[in-house]
């Protein structure tokens, strides 16, 4: 059906909450399951209405202002592309914090929340530490990191120019200072940040045989950049790292990385020939190993 006269139809027949929810359901069945389109429509509704998540589960007959109906219809026309919520929104939500994310930032993660927490729990919050962040995109891990270690000094990098103009209006909008820096950590021969006492790194991970399994909202709109590498050298950005730690962490510094759960095995090995110790594999909370510390 053509898209403007799937909106005309929304905007005549959808006049209820639980009507946006049936129309949700319905338009979206190819791209989602049910329990996804639940929560995306949750989302929605409260994000037009303001209201919370309770009210709208206890009032589905309340009904929206001509305005929320167009804005309600817009945003499922987008959302019939692939493109996911976060970036028709423009906004997510990580670690209890707002970022604004786009095209050129990835979505954050709830396992990436994960991370930061074991790196929170593993420092003294009071610490005086300095923290570098390896492929910030939206900057949540930094962002993060510092507003939870208002002692700490906290650089972050990344290749692109666009992420970190993102990521420098997230820091503003959550009050916290983080030295963003373009640089390329697989060229860094221009990055010099000796005595850094943790490391943390959600570098790209995703192999083209993943690729394959990948939803298209994430394939199809999220930078790849930031995703991908090589079939053939799948470890390549933890290799990098590797090196780079090894020459610019302090003796019993931290490591933190977010690794592909199918290569584990792979990166235990590939830190433990560069000297790293007391290196754990712990899974994220859909039980895959997906993160790795280790001290230098």
């Not at 979505?107 to 919050?125: A, F, G, H, Q």
């Not at 000796?194 to 083209?208: A, D, R």
Request: net charge negative; proline share 5%.
């Amino acid at each position: 059906m053509h898209t403007t006269k799937v909106a005309f139809m929304l905007l005549c027949y959808v006049k209820t909450i639980n009507e946006v929810f049936l129309a949700f359901k319905h338009e979206l069945n190819d791209l989602y399951n049910n329990n996804e389109t639940e929560a995306l429509t949750l989302w929605v509704v409260s994000e037009i209405m303001e209201l919370s998540k309770a009210t709208i589960k206890a009032f589905p007959e309340k009904e929206l202002t001509v305005l929320q109906q167009e804005l309600s219809s817009s945003i499922l026309m987008e959302l019939k592309t692939g493109k996911p919520l976060q970036y028709v929104l423009g906004y997510t939500e990580f670690y209890g914090l707002r970022f604004v994310v786009n095209p050129a930032t990835l979505i954050p993660r709830p396992e990436t929340e994960e991370l930061v927490e074991w790196v929170l729990n593993s420092v003294d919050k009071e610490d005086n530490i300095f923290i570098l962040d390896i492929g910030t995109g939206s900057g949540c891990i930094p962002i993060s990191l510092k507003k939870n270690l208002p002692n700490a000094h906290i650089s972050s990098i990344d290749i692109s120019p666009e992420a970190l103009q993102t990521a420098k209006i997230n820091a503003e909008l959550n009050e916290v200072e983080v030295n963003f820096i373009e640089a390329d950590i697989l060229n860094n021969s221009q990055l010099t940040t000796h005595n850094l006492q943790l490391i943390v790194s959600n570098p790209p991970y995703v192999t083209p045989a993943d690729k394959d399994q990948m939803h298209l909202n994430v394939v199809g709109f999220e930078p790849h950049t930031a995703l991908f590498v090589p079939q053939d050298d799948p470890l390549l950005f933890y290799k990098a790292i590797a090196k780079f730690a090894v020459a610019n962490l302090t003796l019993g510094g931290f490591l933190f990385l977010e690794i592909n759960e199918s290569y584990g095995q792979e990166t235990i090995e590939l830190l433990n020939s560069k000297g790293f110790k007391n290196i754990g594999l712990r899974k994220d909370m859909s039980g895959r190993n997906r993160m790795i510390r280790a001290t230098l």
